[in-house]
Nanobody
Framework: VQLQASGGGLVQAGGSLRLSCVAS????????MGWFRQAPGKEREFVAA????????YYAGSVKGRFTISRDNAKNTVYLQMNSLKPEDTAVYYC???????????????????WGQGTQVTVSS
């Protein structure tokens, strides 16, 4: 399974970005998908996850109400819509796949099997 993340960039505080992650080499609809981020000097942290069907989602408290995760299984793509961005959202964002999917949505890196290369998001104040 290969994951390719894109959509990062530089945005002012209060702005929006939409990240995309395209999967190839497997059956996308069989994976739970997650987004994580890593800021300089910090550990990678969970951002959001979505079930294989899209019926369940889960968010980190720091992004709940501002970020929305979604997926289009016909396009093998998962999205992360980020609104009301803050400087503390600055990080490299990674998409990840949990395959075969667990019963629950994972919130730790160890619960995901495949990772994309990351896309940089920078929020200026």
């Amino acid at each position: 399974v290969q994951l390719q993340a894109s959509g990062g960039g530089l945005v002012q505080a209060g702005g929006s970005l939409r990240l995309s992650c395209v999967a190839s080499g497997g059956t996308f609809s069989n994976y739970h998908m997650g987004w994580f981020r890593q800021a300089p000097g910090k550990e990678r942290e969970f951002v959001a996850a979505i079930s294989w069907s899209g019926s369940s989602t889960y968010y980190a408290g720091s992004v709940k109400g501002r970020f929305t995760i979604s997926r289009d299984n016909a396009k093998n793509t998962v999205y992360l819509q980020m609104n009301s961005l803050k400087p503390e959202d600055t990080a490299v964002y990674y998409c990840a796949a949990d395959s075969p999917p667990r019963v629950w949505l994972g919130t730790t890196s160890s619960e995901y099997d495949y990772w994309g290369q990351g896309t940089q998001v920078t929020v200026s104040s």
